[in-house]
């Protein structure tokens, strides 16, 4: 099964993510859509997942949920907007905030997903904690600060993943940093 991940599109449509997205199984959206139109566009490409951000404003998108637990095959993704934290994120004194802060831990703890997609920071990555793999597709909306813009693609094969980042800032897609292959 192969799955888009994206995030933090914030009313922006790029092309290279429909490219990107050819031939997904399904695409998930952690949210921060902003415009209606992105998921429809996005849906004629794969079936859409999508949770709501606090970006998502309107009868439309105020509808999605705040998370969603999607079956992947063998597996199960949370998809939710804002863990409070973010790899790569560090608090003052340089200290590593523990994924996920504290507000969504009973939402894993109740769901218990291999896999948690979120967004909300606009930092790609992924990060093991206690078992679950954290992704954070990155932002595939308008660029911020000096953050990229990506998308990543998910290959899901019975209980074993492959993940790939994606820069959508170049004028051709490329990957973005290193591949993560992981087993449950």
Known sequence: MRVGLVSDTHGLLDEKLLALF?????????GDVVRADILEALARVAPVVAVRGNNDHGPVLH??????????GALTALLIHDLGGAPGHRRRGGAHPALPLPPARPVLARQDPELVVHGHSHRPGARWEAGTLFVNPGSAGPRRFSLPRTAAVL???ERTVQLAFFDLAEEALRPFGVPVEASF
Do not use: N, T
């Not at 050819?22 to 952690?30: F, K, Q, S, V």
């Not at 999605?64 to 992947?72: G, S």
């Open 22 to 30: 050819e031939g997904c199984d399904r695409i998930l959206h952690a």
């Open 63 to 72: 509808q999605l949920p705040e998370r969603a637990l999607v079956p992947l």
């Open 155 to 157: 290959s899901v094969r």
